[in-house]
């Protein structure tokens, strides 16, 4: 791909040609006019011929695909700069693997006041356990070090992290030689990002916000809270968003309120909504999510941190203030808590009130036919990450371990929340999952469960449109004139119409069908590489050497 300028000025002209420009607009357009950081035009290559002598550049796409921008709609922006600058235990293959990238990492950063880690999962380890608190003080040798598991719910920690948060001994979730969880967990992760200095996290802020533009994510949904950061790093992170040229950030605060005064406060903060991370539950993996029936692999139901009467309060603050309420909520029992508190909200303020509202369920992993219909109704957004089935799903996947077979293939059920009407907006939860548009697309197209699999394009269309319909915007995430210019071009193979169901041909070419192609993502095929992303006009990535 050929430029005259490495950046794009929102007031510039920009003319891309040469190439496929996936647009309802035009299913067969080559070509686009960005002007004022808006698309001002689509269409096909004869035609771009009457722009070309009035625009201020042209960018040949040699061949190349453009489509609106990624919107992540769920990301731990902090957290996840950090798994990319610090101690990564995703590869961990063992127990002993994990530990000794815990050495490695002390002997070669001297200095460090605490060591942050990410990324263990002792289910996919042959010793099926975490490190043991002694094991991780050898390993340590006496730094204080903070090691959450891949789902964030749950972590392994060193005896002088402990001695760093006074009386946590005493606090709920606090286990002498296993995963703290709950209260304690809180705890001891706010002392260890608490050591973490105003440099280091904007670093890491930049760092998630650079990779993100790399993939071709023009915005992302920071879902932080009081449980999670804390303020500073929330407004930080939104200030470095507004000042320097990259992907957007749209910040949730996830705090509960009950009143205007609480509504304002959010709006101080400069957050979308108090909405997010609000927890209702834990996590599966970490026999946190709250369930109807108990685990499979464990004598209880979970933990329950919200009931219905506190989920309605919240939702009908949130409404009568025009803010976004959202939560948290993987197990059943706690799905039902949500759909329970937003139903006696909507009897109190009408059920326009809250459809209008847009409030929002995070992860939302195991549904009924019943909480399905239910989120349609009150027009709930299904805020999920695909990739969590790529990773756990499956007969042998961490959900069967935990739930049984027949539970764990209800889970994620994007085919019938599709069919019922709700919106659907995809994310990563990084750093639970990575950073990975085309793959996250990839997962719910190849679901494990055959019957939740859903089309290429409504995927595409979730992790693109979906993610601002999620923040209340119906105009944007789509290349159509009128529409902010945000896209990304791609190299890529042929493109295809790809269908969810083995009974139909998975692709098609034919130019009848009327239907702008996407790329072909059968597993096993390579994924789109990210040439150039553009954010209302403004290039915040090029790829080197193109």
């Known amino acids: 791909m050929t430029e005259s300028t490495a950046l794009q000025s929102d007031h510039r002209t920009v003319l891309l040609r040469g190439g496929d420009v996936h647009s309802p607009a035009d299913p067969f357009a080559t070509a686009m006019v960005v002007e004022r950081g808006h698309v001002a035009w689509v269409g096909s290559e004869g035609a771009a011929d009457a722009f070309a002598s009035g625009v201020d550049e042209v960018i040949d796409l040699e061949g190349s695909l453009v489509t609106p921008a990624f919107t992540d709609s769920h990301v731990h922006t902090t957290s996840t700069g950090l798994a990319l600058t610090g101690l990564d235990l995703s590869g961990a293959r063992t127990l002993t693997d994990a530990l000794g990238l815990v050495r490695a990492y002390v002997n070669s950063h001297p200095g460090e006041r605490v060591v942050l880690g990410h990324g263990w999962d002792a289910t996919r380890w042959p010793e099926q356990r975490p490190p043991s608190r002694a094991e991780l003080d050898a390993a340590a040798a006496g730094l204080p070090v903070y090691l959450p598991r891949v789902d964030v719910h749950s972590a392994v920690v060193t005896t002088a992290l402990l001695d760093l948060v006074p009386g946590v001994t005493a606090l709920t979730g606090y286990h002498p030689d296993a995963p703290l969880t709950g209260a304690a967990h809180h705890a001891v992760r706010a002392a260890a990002h608490g050591a973490v200095t105003p440099q280091q996290r904007a670093e890491a802020q930049r760092a998630a916000l650079a990779q993100a533009a790399s993939l071709g994510i023009g915005t992302v949904h920071e879902c932080a809270g009081p449980d999670i950061s804390d303020e500073e790093d929330f407004t930080a992170l939104l200030k470095i968003a507004a000042e320097q040229s990259g992907p957007r950030v749209f910040g949730y605060w996830a705090e509960r309120i009950e009143d205007a005064k609480g509504a304002a406060r959010i709006r101080e903060l400069g957050a979308a909504g108090a909405a997010g991370d609000l927890f209702v539950d834990g996590s599966l993996g970490s026999h ?41 909520a993987i197990g059943d029992a706690a799905v039902s808590a949500v759909v329970a508190g937003v139903r006696a909200a909507s009897e109190t303020l009408g059920l326009a009130r809250i459809r209008a509202a847009r409030h929002r369920v995070e992860h939302a992993e195991m549904l009924t036919p019943e909480t399905i219909a239910a989120f349609a109704e009150l027009g709930l957004t299904a805020s999920v990450q695909p990739a969590f089935d790529a990773a756990w799903g499956g007969p042998d996947g961490m959900y069967a371990g935990r739930l049984g077979a027949e539970r764990a293939g209800t889970l994620n059920p994007y085919a019938a929340l599709l069919r019922a009407g709700v919106p659907l907006a995809f994310g990563s939860d990084s750093p639970v999952t990575p950073l990975d548009p085309w793959g996250t697309v990839r997962a719910a197209a190849f679901h494990r469960t055959p019957e939740h699999r859903i089309s290429v394009r409504a995927g595409f269309t979730a992790h693109t449109r979906g993610g601002w319909r999620a923040v209340g915007r119906d105009d944007a995430g789509v290349l159509v004139p009128g529409a902010p210019a945000d896209y990304a071009v791609w190299r890529t193979g042929e493109l295809v119409v790809q269908a969810p169901d083995d009974r139909v041909s998975r692709w098609s070419t034919d130019p009848r069908s009327g239907t702008p192609g996407l790329p072909d993502l059968t597993p096993g095929s390579e994924l789109p590489v990210c040439l150039r992303t553009v954010v209302f006009g403004q290039t915040v990535y090029v790829r080197p050497n193109e």
């Open 288 to 328: 946190t999510a709250f369930l109807h029936e108990p685990y499979a692999d464990a004598p209880h139901t979970g933990t329950a941190h919200l009931d219905a009467a506190q989920i309605a309060a919240h939702v009908t603050a949130c409404t009568e203030a025009g803010l976004q309420a959202g939560f948290h």
